[in-house]
């Protein structure tokens, strides 16, 4: 529920989003800034506009030779025709009806007459329009955030987030959670994406790394028996950005003791239902549990948007021993199902081949096959495709049949290695739900479980965690460890969102000897692992609970619920691309004297040219 204070201060009475109709006649001081100012002719209109709103005033032109009661009217007018965009002024006067009432703006039924006006701050000509659409390009609205947040936009977006992160410090406080702080200054690990490390002053040569979770330290919280823990907590890694994704990001992150999967899945699915009941007045049914083999199957991805079917479809046995080299030499070919969509013209299907190819999809190509009459029987039917030269109207009817394609449909196809070719599959029905707009509308939540506990890294031929190395294995998988660790299942779960991964956590390894063997597998000798872990393997000495916990990605969740792809309008200042923040010049150099003072020499490297 909306908290109900006062605005009143010492230069304003209300807000400028206040006003309603069974407030004429009254008297009011408003105090913002100048959304907009008109002179026609006889009367000077001036939207006043602050966190809350906008209202309008009205400066009546009493004429060039005003009598000596109407001199006081005269200068408001005057002062009011000569104000800038983005001047910080403060009005008194009378709250009157307004004769053209507009239904755009929540104060539309009034207006203000007033009676004195003072110019607090001028303003220079801002850079854009501080409007919900403006002209601004995203590089100079970073430049200037502190204008860009004053637009609706990217207000309103930072309001929802702080309206979401009470809710759910609210519900986690009911539930008996603690809000414990930990450091940000910690050890680097040489598992996951790259830290940011911070020079030590005091300690020459060594570094403090920024946490990309607090992992260790909430595991060291349940060792307490502090039972149950979160916070709202900023975390960073140095890997390459984009849309979702920020060197800087939030998290909210929670640990327990004492519970199983089942209890963790079950706390945090009602906070998430909490969340969109109070925030967008979604109600979800219970959240379907997939396992990873299933969503890879079916989806190609492990974080699938159920909001429509396209499910994957395996095709490899009816392609093979037609003739046609790529499918026969490929270990996967793999289709799906677009529907409607045989009416498209040969631009359109260019398109997506260009599509298909592009490095965020990654595919070796793409077949088509447009569905033009698909036969009762399922055996006939008319087809149009890219491999009519290798595939008759029999062969393609079992492809429709088998895909559950219809008259008007058309069969995509993509062909490789599996787990490549399942891959990009995946990731093109991503984009072709959002092309087809059958991602922009509701909520779908589901969570991803049984994970593998290991991936193979073919680059440096070793097995890496999929998640993180504290990660406990399915009890019945523990058997697989030393000899099958390909065969291993994790404890771990993903909670998905409309196709995005907003959280995900497993349950914890707690006794020493897995976890020295977790170690072992993923390459660390006893050594490593003790210099790197050395203070968690000895905290489980001393009565280590069973616990488990999970993440949310706060700015993530906050982008799903405002409906935008990007999370930067609700980060207050976000980094570019480069990772740079383009309002405070950062990062920048710093003195040789502080270098000096870390014990630190630059050696910049020279980027490599083309010849």
Request: charged content about 30%; overall charge neutral.
């Amino acid at each position: 529920p909306e908290l109900k204070y006062s605005n009143t201060t010492g230069y304003r009475t209300h807000s400028c989003g206040e006003l309603r109709i069974g407030d004429v006649g009254k008297e009011v001081t408003l105090s913002g800034w100048v959304q907009k100012s008109r002179d026609q002719r006889g009367m000077a209109f001036v939207d006043i506009r602050d966190r809350y709103g906008q209202t309008q005033c009205v400066f009546p032109n009493p004429g060039d030779n005003p009598s000596e009661e109407k001199k006081g009217e005269k200068e408001r007018y005057e002062t009011a025709r000569k104000l800038g965009r983005e001047y910080v002024i403060q009005v008194t006067g009378k709250v009157i009806e307004r004769s053209n009432k507009s239904k755009d703006k929540s104060t539309g039924d009034i207006e203000l007459a007033p009676t004195s006006i003072k110019v607090l701050n001028k303003s220079k000509t801002p850079p854009f329009k501080i409007e919900s659409e403006t002209d601004g390009l995203e590089e100079i609205r970073m430049k200037y955030r502190f204008l860009d947040i004053r637009r609706d936009p990217v207000k309103n977006a930072l309001i929802l987030r702080a309206k979401c992160a009470q809710v759910v410090r609210n519900y986690l406080a009911g539930e008996g959670f603690i809000e414990v702080e930990t450091p940000v200054l910690m050890k680097s690990t040489p598992e996951g994406a790259r830290d940011f490390v911070v020079p030590s002053r005091a300690n020459p040569g060594q570094f403090y790394a920024l946490p990309q979770s607090p992992q260790t330290f909430k595991q060291i919280l349940m060792v307490a028996g502090i039972d149950r823990y979160f916070q709202i907590v900023k975390c960073f890694r140095d890997e390459e950005l984009r849309a979702d994704r920020q060197p800087e990001f939030t998290q909210i992150d929670c640990e327990m003791s004492f519970v199983t999967q089942e209890d963790i899945l079950n706390t945090f699915e009602t906070m998430i239902h909490r969340i969109f009941e109070t925030m967008v007045g979604h109600t979800f049914s219970k959240f379907h549990r997939m396992p990873y083999s299933v969503a890879m199957r079916d989806y190609g991805i492990d974080k699938p948007d159920l909001r429509y079917d396209m499910k994957l479809k395996n095709l490899t046995d009816l392609a093979k021993g037609k003739g046609l080299k790529m499918f026969d030499e490929s270990e996967l070919v793999v289709g799906i199902v677009c529907e409607g969509l045989a009416k498209y013209s040969k631009k359109k299907i260019k398109e997506l081949e260009k599509l298909a190819k592009d490095q965020s999809i990654g595919a070796s190509g793409m077949v088509w096959v447009k569905c033009e009459e698909v036969g009762e029987d399922g055996k006939s039917g008319k087809f149009k495709s890219s491999v009519d030269k290798f595939f008759k109207a029999p062969d393609l009817a079992a492809w429709a049949r088998l895909c559950g394609a219809k008259t008007g449909d058309m069969i995509l196809v993509f062909w490789g290695e599996d787990h490549k070719a399942r891959d990009a599959m995946g990731k093109f029905r991503h984009e072709m739900g959002t092309r087809l707009g059958l991602r922009n509308k509701g909520f779908y939540g589901l969570w991803v479980v049984d994970f593998p506990l290991f991936e193979w890294d073919e680059d440096e031929k070793r097995w890496c965690a999929m998640h993180h190395p504290f990660t406990s294995p399915k009890p019945e998988d523990v058997k697989y460890l030393n000899d099958e660790p390909g065969k291993v299942r994790a404890n771990a779960y993903d909670m998905v969102i409309n196709g995005v991964e907003v959280g995900g956590g497993s349950i914890r390894i707690h006794d020493r000897d897995i976890q020295m063997t977790m170690f072992e597998k993923l390459g660390f000798t006893k050594e490593e692992a003790e210099k790197q872990f050395g203070f968690l393997m000895g905290a489980f000495e001393y009565g280590a609970p069973p616990h488990g916990g999970l993440a949310f990605g706060f700015d993530r969740l906050c982008s799903i619920l405002g409906n935008e792809t990007s999370i930067r309008n609700f980060i207050a200042f976000p980094k570019n691309k480069m990772g740079r923040d383009l309002m405070i010049e950062a990062p920048s150099e710093i003195t040789q004297k502080q270098l000096e003072e870390l014990s630190i020499a630059v050696a910049i490297k020279e980027k490599k040219t083309a010849e």
